[in-house]
């Protein structure tokens, strides 16, 4: 409303705020010409000749009335193209910087043999409890559990390191949901969480957490049928006999019950980049003073994630760049 007002205000005269309104018009048609172009090739797989018919046509009608509004830029019409700008810079500082931040994670990532170094550690204990990791990487431990191990001296006894992907499809099958793999360092896992462009997130409530946890208990069985034979499937009968034969199995299963009644805890990482002397001019501007004020002023993930307050830990960490 504020900037509806001073736009108003700040024109005097209601041509040039018709030009800026006729400039938005024919853009956005032009735009929409443009897109839906690109749907029928990709999407509807339309014939060729049809495509170069239905853009040609309107390209040139909308390229007209382009042309003539073009000339009204000086006098108002520069506004849609300003704002155009701002948000345009908004977005690219926002995009590169959580670029870097997967970078930094990728390139910083902790190997097991560091993992194992730290948590042999006498000072390191680990307590009982269910943590929940969540990351940008899908591959490695982040660097944020090496930074919570050092600086609160402990780890839960099992820990599950979540990576939420985003997939362009609209749904994702409940089946194929939760990837669950092993990191090779007891009662550490990693879960990759699928998700379509229709599918609704929330870590409110028990059902999140209850399915990453039956996914990872679904791992901990499934690596019994490796075990046994690779070459033969196992029912759910002959794979529960079998894991009475696995001590380690069964211990794992039985510290991912006791972990899940201790308590669950989600740690998220909060990072801010600290900008080195050899770094340049754009990196500056973009990741030391852009995407600083909107990484400061943007909400919390926790918000999004709709975790309950008493569950989560926010963990701030400096990335050098």
């Not at 000339?71 to 910087?97: D, H, R």
């Not at 009662?187 to 409530?205: H, K, L, N, P, T």
């Not at 901990?220 to 894991?243: H, P, R």
């Not at 909400?299 to 990335?319: H, L, N």
Request: glycine content about 8%.
């Amino acid at each position: 409303m504020f900037l509806c007002l001073a736009v108003i205000l700040g024109f005097h005269s209601g041509n040039q705020l018709g030009n800026a309104f006729g400039v938005v018009v024919i853009m956005v048609m032009l735009i929409t010409t443009v897109l839906l172009t690109l749907v029928m090739i990709i999407v509807w797989k339309a014939p060729l000749p049809v495509v170069l018919v239905f853009c040609a046509c309107f390209s040139i009608m909308e390229g007209i009335y382009l042309s003539s509004v073009l000339t009204k830029v000086p006098q108002g019409g520069w506004l849609p193209f300003a704002v155009s700008i701002v948000f345009a810079v908004i977005m690219i500082s926002w995009n590169y910087g959580r670029q870097k931040e997967i970078e930094y994670e990728v390139k910083n990532n902790i190997d097991l043999d560091s993992l194992d170094t730290l948590l042999s550690d006498q000072g390191i204990q680990r307590v009982p409890g269910l943590c929940f990791f969540y990351s940008h990487i899908l591959h490695g431990v982040p660097p944020i559990v090496g930074h919570y191990v050092k600086n609160v001296g402990s780890l839960h006894k099992v820990v599950v390191i979540i990576t939420l992907r985003y997939v362009p499809v609209k749904t994702i099958l409940p089946e194929k949901r939760f990837l669950v793999d092993g990191l090779g360092y007891k009662g550490v896992y990693r879960c990759i969480a699928q998700y379509g462009y229709s599918d609704s997130f929330s870590i409110e409530g028990d059902g999140f957490m209850d399915q990453v946890i039956n996914s990872v208990e679904l791992y901990i069985k499934s690596s019994v049928g490796e075990q046994v034979d690779k070459s033969t499937y196992l029912s759910n009968l002959a794979l529960e006999n079998s894991i009475s034969s696995f001590p380690s199995v069964q211990e794992n299963i039985s510290d991912l019950e006791n972990a899940k009644r201790a308590g669950v805890v989600h740690v998220v990482g909060k990072a801010r980049f600290q900008i080195g002397k050899g770094i340049g001019w754009f990196d500056r501007i973009l990741l030391g003073k852009i995407y600083k004020v909107l990484h400061r002023n943007c909400r919390s993930s926790m918000a999004v994630f709709k975790v309950p307050p008493r569950s989560y830990v926010e963990i701030g960490m400096i990335y050098e760049i």
